[in-house]
């Protein structure tokens, strides 16, 4: 039974040696881990903390469909070059304001030297001044202050000349000069748009987007 017990306690001395001669090793391994590294000095305010870096990749964000499709119909202050926002494509558009304002002022215009050179051909006998000068669009008023011999005829003939030929000036660029607009996906859309007439002819043309 001593000899049981004797052989017991040497296997726990032998032990508790073992023990006590690792740790101080295992210690020493772990404390001589290297420290983490410091973060760079360009992700460190100014009061020291520390500051995420700016690039960083980020999935792309999903728009759903219906949100998409919500926004207005016709985004028409884009600039090229511009992102274009999800749900829409770039198109090109006459300048209404250019062609609704050049149209108005050209033919009011038009319409009055039309009418005025019309009565002066039915009064020709009585005024002996003729009229048909004012039947040329632009050029009318201008040819027609050679037969007008009054400071006041020569005045209103030359304000109805400049008035028909800004006119026309804005009329024409509104129809040459589009300009691109960006329009929502789902809609479908009929325009005007200037056109080639064989090789050197140019007009009007109605285009369909569906």
Do not use: C, W
């Not at 003729?130 to 030359?158: E, K």
């Amino acid at each position: 039974m001593s000899r049981i017990v004797l052989r017991m306690a040497s296997a726990l001395t032998a032990a508790v040696v073992l023990t006590t001669a690792t740790a101080p090793r295992a210690f020493a391994q772990s404390s001589q881990m290297p420290p983490s590294q410091p973060p760079p000095a360009s992700a460190v305010a100014p009061n020291g903390e520390y500051v995420a870096p700016l690039a960083q990749q980020t999935q792309q964000v999903y728009v759903p469909q219906s949100v998409a499709l919500s926004g207005p119909r016709v985004i028409k202050d884009y600039d090229e070059g511009d992102p274009i926002p999800p749900g829409y494509h770039p198109d090109t558009q006459i300048r209404k304001g250019l062609v609704i304002g050049g149209s108005i002022t050209f033919g009011t215009m038009y319409i009055l030297s039309v009418l005025t050179g019309a009565a002066m051909n039915d009064s020709k006998s009585l005024t002996k001044t003729d009229g048909s000068y004012l039947f040329i669009p632009v050029a009318g008023p201008f040819l027609q202050m050679t037969r007008t011999s009054t400071s006041l005829g020569n005045t209103v003939l030359a304000i109805d000349g400049i008035a028909q030929a800004a006119g026309a000036v804005m009329l024409i660029v509104g129809l040459t000069s589009p300009k691109t607009v960006l329009i929502r996906n789902d809609l479908a859309e009929i325009r005007v748009t200037p056109v080639r007439l064989g090789q050197d002819g140019n007009g009007l043309g109605l285009v369909g987007t569906f």
